[in-house]
């Protein structure tokens, strides 16, 4: 597939996780999920506007500045620094519409990263660099949603490991 098809794929696939988002965050009632919901739509639109403008660079057989990819979500060695004050924020109660929209999220997801792996590894250079770093950022998308998940299903997990010890000391 050419570098093209592969970003015209990638912006339906962004448009899709954005409008989940975007969605969610107009018709829950909790003020942390709202927030939580928007600000990753706001970082999907800013994949979808980093896919049109290499678009038109590609299109007219101009260059692409990567730096332009960025993400407001960090990295997971920055959350794990910041687990307490986090855990703390989280809302006893979360309402059963969020757990069905992260459920969602989560699914729309990961199909997201696995197809920037799959299009990263068939393509080189700047475009393969791209897709990595689109890989990347959609695993942080990954790791934000399913911490939200664990809290909200209260399945005693917190970062992927379990928050108690149910053996017998």
């Known amino acids: 597939m050419d570098s093209i098809g592969i970003f ?26 709202k927030s939580i919901f928007k600000a990753l739509a706001d970082d999907e639109q800013s994949h979808v506007d980093f896919l049109l403008y290499s678009l ?15 993400t407001a ?6 959350i794990n620094a910041n687990i307490e004050k986090m855990k703390a924020d989280i809302p006893e109660k979360m309402l059963g519409d969020i757990k069905i929209v992260l459920n969602s999220a989560l699914k729309l997801e990961k199909e997201t990263s696995a197809y920037y792996l799959d ?4 393509t080189e250079g700047v475009i393969r660099d791209i897709l990595n770093k689109f890989y990347e950022i959609e695993e942080r998308h990954v790791e934000v ?7 909200a299903t209260k399945n005693g997990m917190w970062f992927n490991f379990m928050e108690m010890n149910l053996e017998v000391e």
Do not use: C, F, M
Request: hydrophobic fraction near 35%; proline fraction near 2%; glycine fraction near 4%.
């Open 8 to 33: 015209t794929t990638a912006l339906q696939y962004e448009e899709k996780i954005r409008d989940l988002y975007l969605t969610a965050a107009h018709t829950i009632d909790d003020e942390r999920g």
């Open 56 to 70: 038109a660079q590609l299109r007219a057989n101009d260059t692409i500045d990567t730096d332009r990819l960025q």
């Open 73 to 78: 979500i960090p990295a997971g060695d920055s």
């Open 119 to 122: 299009a990263r590894d068939k």
């Open 145 to 151: 949603v399913q911490i939200e998940i664990d809290h």
